[in-house]
Structure formats: structure tokens, C-alpha cells
T-cell receptor, first 114, second 118 residues
């Protein structure tokens, strides 16, 4: 079965510093990977996805993610964090064996302090 | 980007009543919509997959007679919580997948509906 894991419940970063939110996956076949962000009491906003091609994927709001097949990882990164980046981040993989539904990680709460 | 709306954003109801939540894809057609439930500080739990013109597929443990889903058109799906009880209080989020194809398309999420059952 397809799955993703986000090993950190919370990540704390100072404003201006680089940030990384970790995600590892387990899939059979080629992975289709996604990152979403959720602000309090809001739905999820799509940030970026990896389907095929370049391992470094650029997304919204200055975020990028690096697909690493050997390490089965898809970590989310940003060179310089903003206080407004504070939110809940979800990694997800598409389970194309089950109608294409998304399998979500447990989420990582990012806190960026001034 | 693609926009998905949900209505209402917040609803408070009495125990025993039914509540309908609408999910609309505003600028694209969606053959498939998904309904999720989320508890505070937790991940999303998929409740059901809704396909236009056919019956919804419910995840294991989700009562289909309690959570009625209708996907009447390519832009609208509704979730009705029947005979709601306090334990049904939660944040309900829908998502819609573009018509482009199953394997590479993206799910876009609505803003969520906060249901509180008294």
C-alpha cells in the first residue's frame, strides 16, 4: 500500500533562515507526490507536485521540493522563511491503485518566529 | 489556479437535525470530488469519493446512510449529515479533481465547513 510519513510533528525556524519540512514515501511503482499547506480553519492549498522530470520542483510562495528516489524522500524547502509561512503542511502521495485518491501524511506544523 | 468553494463555512445545529454542505468547482469541471473529515491538529480522513452521475464510494467505517453524498453535476457535490449528533462535530473539507486525467491531475480543496452539533 502507498504511504507517506512526516517524521516531525513540529518544525521551528527563525525568520530569514532556510526551512525544511521532511517527507518520506513508500509506493509500488512511480510516485506522484504533492505538498499542501493549511492555514487555521481553512482548507488545503496546493503548493507543488512531482510527477516526473526534474527532481527539484518549484512551487507557490517560493517553496520547492526535492525528489530523491534513492532515499524515497520528498522534502519541502524554502531558502528564507517568513512569519506568514507558519501553518500546517501536508505531504501526500496518489494511490493510483485505488481510484487515484490521495494518501496524506500526518502533517507538520511549521512555526516561524521573528 | 482552480477554485473550489464550500457552503456554508460554519454551521451550528441541534442534535437530530440534518445538515447539507455544498462543494462547487468554480472554474473547472470535476468528474471526481472527495469528502474529508479533519479533527483538530490532525490529518485529513477520507470519507468518500464522489463520481458525477454515480454512487459514491465510501471508505471503510463510514456510514453511507448517515453521510449522504450526491454528485449531480460536474461542478457540484453535496454532503448531507443526517440526524446529526455531537460526535459528528468536525471540520469537513471537500476537494475536486480536474477532468484532465486520473494519474497526473491535482486535487484542489475547498475552504472547509465547521460543523458544530449541540
Amino acid at each position: 500500500a502507498q504511504s507517506v510519513a512526516q517524521p516531525e510533528d513540529q518544525v521551528n525556524v527563525a525568520e530569514g533562515n532556510p526551512l525544511t519540512v521532511k517527507c518520506t514515501y513508500s509506493v509500488s511503482g512511480n510516485p506522484y507526490l504533492f505538498w499542501y499547506v493549511q492555514y487555521p480553519n481553512r482548507g488545503l492549498q496546493f503548493l507543488l507536485k512531482y510527477i516526473t522530470g526534474d527532481n527539484l520542483v518549484k512551487g507557490s510562495y517560493g517553496f520547492e521540493a526535492e525528489f530523491n528516489k534513492s532515499q524515497t524522500s520528498f522534502h519541502l524547502k524554502k531558502p528564507s522563511a517568513l512569519v506568514s509561512d507558519s501553518a500546517l503542511y501536508f505531504c501526500a502521495v496518489r494511490d493510483y491503485n485505488q481510484g487515484g485518491k490521495l494518501i496524506f501524511g500526518q502533517g507538520t506544523e511549521l512555526s516561524v518566529k521573528p | 489556479g482552480a477554485v473550489v468553494s464550500q457552503h456554508p463555512s460554519r454551521v451550528i445545529c441541534k442534535s437530530g437535525t440534518s445538515v447539507k454542505i455544498e462543494c462547487r468547482s468554480l472554474d473547472f469541471q470535476a468528474t471526481t470530488m472527495f469528502w474529508y473529515r479533519q479533527f483538530p491538529k490532525q490529518s485529513l480522513m477520507l470519507m468518500a469519493t464522489s463520481n458525477e452521475g454515480s454512487k459514491a464510494t465510501y471508505e471503510q467505517g463510514v456510514e453511507k446512510d448517515k453521510f449522504l453524498i450526491n454528485h449531480a453535476s460536474l461542478t457540484l457535490s453535496t454532503l448531507t449529515v443526517t440526524s446529526a449528533h455531537p460526535e459528528d462535530s468536525s471540520f469537513y473539507i471537500c476537494s475536486a479533481r480536474e477532468l484532465a486525467g486520473v494519474s497526473t491531475d491535482t486535487q484542489y480543496f475547498g475552504p472547509g465547513t465547521r460543523l458544530t452539533v449541540l
